[in-house]
């Protein structure tokens, strides 16, 4: 049987009929909610396409248009909709997914009312949609893209999804995509833990697949860097010390643009990585992140240890 697959013309027409049912029925969504769901929607299919071009991975466009466009149409969708949805297709998902956050339902669940309102039942598009949200460790390209495209799609703000697209388009090497992916299931894990709900397995086993590949000092070196906001701190210089140190890749050297500025830089660092330790000093903090090492001076401090003659010989490194 010939998959079914839309026109963006009706897609569009989809969603705006699903998100006026929404209106009429759902009295917790929105005006506002509503309008960003839409333009998140149009994104998601838009990161899609540049995904697709960007890399030169040849998928089929109108399968990207549609689980794009589609891939939060059950978003709206109420506890009492999945139950009958459950219903209906009993062996759809486990037994715990009410104990998940009430965010990955639409996700877990939305390949059923795409199939049951729809008609969608091509095995490619349903999968993709199934786990942009979880991931999961065998996830084919098209559930690949839609996961990228989801996080990074340009209307999302925010440090971690300027970051994981900063991770995903450093360059058109496909090994991006991996990387990126372990950026962004690192960071959901992180988001799920701090607010206390269940980790839905899949998320795990899929952070293990994707770990290998940001798994270096210099990729990790990169991330901090992009953690830091360059307005707190400044004369950022980096040093590879690989063939100097025992204990490190990379040391960083910053000089805080202030006291208040020196305490914002830690936080931000603490909320994206498992920090080793933090030696906090009045005017000199350094902070271990495993393979490299951060220190944060203030301005005469910089001068008086006089950090950067001492690691003078090491290469000085350049990273955008
Ligand atoms: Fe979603
Ligand atoms: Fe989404």
Redesign the pocket.
Known sequence: MKSKLYTEEELIEILKDKYNDCKEYNIEATDEEINERFNHSIGVKNACLKINEFFNLGLDKDILINMGLL??YS?FLTIDDYKKLLEIYPNATDENYLTYSSKVH??LLGDLALKHELGINDPIILNAIKY??TGNKNLDIYSEVLMLA?YTEETREGDSFKNARSVLYESNDPINIKKALCYILSSKIKHIKARGFSLVNETYYAYLEYKPYLDNPLDRCKQILRAIDHNLVKDICIYDVHDRSPLYDYVIVSTAVSNKSKDAVISYLRAEFDLRSVEEGEFWTLVDLNDCILHVFSNDARSEYNIDRILSEARKINIE
């Open positions: 891939h939060d978003k639409h996700a942009h949200s989801d």
